[in-house]
């Protein structure tokens, strides 16, 4: 089975802290992203990665930054929190070939509250 | 950008009912996917379709591509069906991004 962990289930931050989410996937996947979900408004898509090294923006990517050093991690950095980052962040890995290609599996997220 | 709307926002039902949810988006998309997310945040991949019909189950997805829908239907429903039903689509144009919904909350009551 696929396992997608994330570093936290639950964490509590001041405003102006740096905070980093870690998420780490043990099925070889070219694919990951990040997204926060909030009430009403659906998950939304931060940044993804196709390759290690390599990012792209997805569709609310200001505040945050990304890290793919390694294949099977993908870092997500709030540089300065602030108390509207206050949300569920999730993870996602996809494979690119395979029998399923572009079906996501999800971290068990990370509850963030910026105090 | 894809606009995806579900429908309905919530629905609450008897167990054993027939539960039919719907989705539907503005632009064409290469798949669609259905989602399930539980308390605690968990969200497993029930179905990706890009045409027809798929069953697993007591789930079923159809997806018809001319009207831009799709419908999950979930037959003899039972109270750990309760969760949240998200639909998402990945657009035409080559990437992997998925544009969601904001979900269905299905309550089932014993």
């Known amino acids: 089975d696929v396992k997608v962990t994330q570093s936290s289930r639950y964490l509590v931050k001041r405003t102006g802290e740096k905070v980093f989410l870690e998420c780490v996937q043990d099925?070889?996947?070219?694919?990951m992203f990040w997204y926060r979900q909030d009430p009403g408004l659906g998950l939304r898509l931060i940044y993804f990665?196709?390759?290690?090294?390599?990012?792209e923006k997805g569709d609310i990517p200001e505040g945050y930054s990304v890290s793919r050093e390694k294949k099977e991690r993908f870092s997500l950095i709030l540089e300065s929190a602030s108390t509207n980052q206050t949300s569920m962040y999730l993870c996602?890995?996809?494979?690119?070939?395979?029998?399923?290609?572009?079906?996501?599996?999800f971290g068990p997220g990370t509850r963030l509250t910026v105090l | 950008k894809n606009e995806v709307e579900q429908s309905p926002q919530n629905l609450t039902a008897q167990e054993g009912e027939f539960i039919t949810i719907n989705c539907s988006y503005s632009?064409?998309?290469?798949?669609l996917h259905w989602l399930q997310q539980h308390p605690g945040g968990g969200i497993v991949s029930l179905f990706m379709?890009?045409?027809g019909k798929k069953k697993h189950g007591r789930l079923i997805a159809t997806i018809n591509i001319q009207e831009k829908h799709s419908s999950l239907h979930i037959t003899a429903s039972h109270p750990r069906d309760s969760a949240v039903y998200i639909c998402?689509?990945?657009?035409?144009?080559?990437?992997?991004?998925?544009?969601f919904g904001t979900g269905t909350r299905l309550t089932i009551i014993p």
């Open positions: 996602a890995s996809s494979p690119v070939l395979g029998p399923q290609p572009d079906t996501q599996y």
């Open positions: 099925m070889d996947h070219e694919n």
């Open positions: 990665s196709y390759d290690v090294k390599m990012k």
């Open positions: 632009v064409g998309i290469s798949a």
């Open positions: 379709l890009s045409s």
């Open positions: 998402a689509v990945r657009d035409n144009f080559g990437n992997e991004k998925l544009t």
